[in-house]
C-alpha cells in the first residue's frame, strides 16, 4: 500500500521565513467609592468588551463607579539608547561616574595603608630591657585616651611596687613600631626575676621630649596580669601627664584600684563610650576602632 506520508517533502535544508507577533499585557478593574471614601470592586464585573483604551463595567447596585487599567511600558529601544550614549550627550552622568570611581579607589587605597599600619600594631612586645635570665613574667596592657594630641612620643618609664618586690625603673618602647599612640592599646610583656607579690601602686613618668605636640600623654589605664596566676589589676589615672595641661605635672603615682574605684562613674563613662562607639557604630567603628591584639605565648591574656 501507499504510505499516508509519502507525498510529504521532508529536507534539512534552512529555510527563512518571518512573521510579526505583538503581545499585549495589561489589567483593568471596575471600583467604586465606600462610604469611608475608599475604592471597592464588590459587586463590580468586567465585561468582556473591555480592550486596552476602554472598560465595560457591569454593577448590581447603582453606587457611582469608575474603571481603571494599568498598560505595560513600552520596551526599552537599545538602538536608541546607544546611538546617544556619546560622551557629549550625558557629560554628567559620565562625569558623575568617573568621580564615584575614582572616590572608590583613593578610599581603597586609604583602607589597605591603614591595614598595613594596624598590622604594624599587632602583637605583644617584650620590654627591652628584660633580662634573659628572667623567668618571672606579667603582662602590661597600656590604654591611652582619644583626646587631642593624647599620643606622645616622649619616653615613658614605670615602676611597679609589690609586697614582696619592686621592679625598678623601666622603659615602655618598642624598637619596631610606636606605640602610646592616640586612642591606642599597648600589650607589653615584662620579666622579673621572682614574683612581685601583691600589688601596691605604680609610679609612671616620662622624660617630655616629644617634639611639639608629641611631648604630652593622656593616660586612661593600665591593666598589669600575672602570667603565673592570672591575676589581673587596674591602675586607673585619666589624666595628662603634661607641663602645658591640667595640673603641668609628668609624674604620677597611681595606686592599684580597688573595686569601688572600679566601679567610679569616669571610669565606666569612660570605658564604656569607647567601646560603643569604636564596636557598635557602623561608621566610627571603621576610624576608632583598635587593631585585634594577637597573642603567641598568651593566647587567652586578654583585657
Known sequence: GTQPNSSVPITDNPVNFT????????????????????????????????????????????????????VLPAPINWNYVFANASFAKN??????????????????????????????????????????????????????????????????????????????????????????QRGGIDSFIMAVSKPLGRLNYMRVWHDNSGTANKASWFLKYIVVRNLQTMEKNHFICQQWLAVEKDDGVVDRLIPVAGDEQKQEFSYLLSKKTFHSMSDGHLWFSIFLRPPSIRFTRCQRCTC
Open 91 to 180: 557629560m554628567t552622568i559620565y562625569l558623575t561616574l568617573i568621580l564615584l570611581l575614582v572616590l572608590y579607589i583613593l578610599f581603597m587605597i586609604y583602607a589597605r595603608y591603614k591595614d598595613k599600619k594596624d598590622v604594624e600594631k599587632l602583637g605583644v612586645t617584650p620590654l627591652p630591657d628584660n633580662i634573659l635570665n628572667d623567668k618571672y613574667y606579667y603582662q602590661i596592657i597600656v590604654f591611652t585616651g582619644l583626646r587631642r594630641d593624647a599620643g606622645t612620643e616622649s619616653k615613658v618609664h614605670f615602676i611597679i611596687s609589690g609586697d614582696d618586690e619592686e621592679t625598678g625603673v623601666r622603659t615602655f618602647e618598642d624598637k619596631h613600631r610606636k606605640v602610646l
Open 19 to 70: 512573521a510579526n507577533y505583538y503581545i499585549r499585557v495589561y489589567t483593568s478593574g471596575c471600583y467604586y467609592i465606600d462610604s469611608s471614601n475608599n475604592w471597592q470592586s464588590a459587586g463590580c464585573v468586567v465585561g468582556s468588551k473591555t480592550s486596552h483604551t476602554q472598560t465595560e463595567c457591569y454593577t448590581n447596585h447603582l453606587t457611582t463607579f469608575a474603571g481603571g487599567w494599568i
